[in-house]
C-alpha cells in the first residue's frame, strides 16, 4: 500500500514538473504574411433573352447556342438558370436565364459582337476565377509561414537569442473566396443592356485586373 503510494506522489511530481518546465519556456509570437497576384483564366456570365412567345423563344435561344458554341464555348460550359412568362406584359413575356463560361481561348469579342441584341435583356459577370486557385492558395500560405520563420530569427538574432522549436502554428481566417469580381471590371459590365452597349469595350482578359491573394500566419517559437 505505502508503495503505491509513493509511487503516485512520484507520478504527480514528475507531471509537476514537466509542467512547471513548460511554462518557464521562453516563446515569440511573429505573424507572417504573404501575397501574390494570379492572372483569372476563366469568367462566368449571366445572360438573359426575352421573346413575345415560346416558339420565338425557342428560335433565340437556339441562335445564342449557336453563337456561343460557334465561338468555342463548349456545350457543358452552357447552363439554364430560369424562365419567365409575364401574362400581364404586351411585350418581353417570356423571358429565359442562362450562364455561359469563358476561358481564355475563348473569343469572347466575337461573342459579343455576333449576339442578338434585340433578344438579349441584360448580360452580367457572374464570377471571375483562376483554375488552379488552390494551389496557389497553398504556396501563398507556406510563404506566410516562412516569412514568420524568418521575421522571428533576426528578431531573436538582434538580442543573440536563436529559434527554437514551433510552439504553435495559426493560421489567421481570411474571408476571400476562389472567385473574385474585381471592382472596375464590375462596375463596366454590371448590367449592359445589349440593345445601347457600346461595341468597343473590350471584353479580352487582358481588361481583367488580377485576383489577389493575402494571407497571414500567426506563430509561437520557443527561444533558445
Known amino acids: 500500500m505505502k508503495l503505491k503510494h509513493f509511487l503516485f506522489i512520484g507520478i504527480f511530481t514528475l507531471g509537476s514538473l514537466i509542467n512547471a518546465q513548460e511554462i518557464k519556456k521562453n516563446v515569440i509570437e511573429v505573424t507572417g504574411v504573404a501575397e ?15 421573346a413575345d412567345n415560346k416558339n420565338q423563344l425557342a428560335e433565340n435561344e437556339k441562335l445564342l447556342f449557336e453563337n456561343l458554341k460557334n465561338n468555342g464555348v463548349k456545350n457543358e460550359d452552357i447552363k439554364f438558370k430560369s424562365m419567365y412568362q409575364n401574362i400581364y406584359s404586351k411585350t418581353q413575356k417570356f423571358t429565359k436565364s442562362f450562364q455561359f463560361k469563358v476561358n481564355a481561348k475563348t473569343n469572347m469579342s466575337k461573342i459579343f459582337e455576333d449576339l442578338n441584341q434585340k433578344c438579349v435583356i441584360n448580360l452580367n459577370i457572374a464570377e471571375i476565377k483562376n483554375t488552379k486557385i488552390a494551389d496557389f492558395r497553398k504556396t501563398v500560405k507556406i510563404n506566410a509561414l516562412k516569412a514568420a520563420k524568418e521575421k522571428a530569427d ?3 538574432e538582434s538580442i543573440n537569442k536563436k529559434t527554437g522549436t514551433p510552439m504553435e502554428i495559426v493560421e489567421i481566417e481570411d474571408y476571400m473566396s476562389d472567385s473574385v469580381l474585381p471592382m472596375a471590371f464590375k462596375s463596366r459590365l454590371a448590367n449592359v443592356q445589349m ?18 491573394l493575402k494571407y497571414s500566419i500567426k506563430t509561437k517559437y520557443e527561444i533558445l
Open 195 to 212: 440593345e445601347t452597349a457600346d461595341a468597343t469595350v473590350d471584353y479580352s482578359f487582358d481588361n481583367i485586373e488580377n485576383i489577389k
Open 36 to 50: 501574390m497576384e494570379v492572372e483569372p483564366d476563366e469568367i462566368i456570365f449571366n445572360i438573359g433573352i426575352k
Open 154 to 156: 533576426y528578431l531573436l
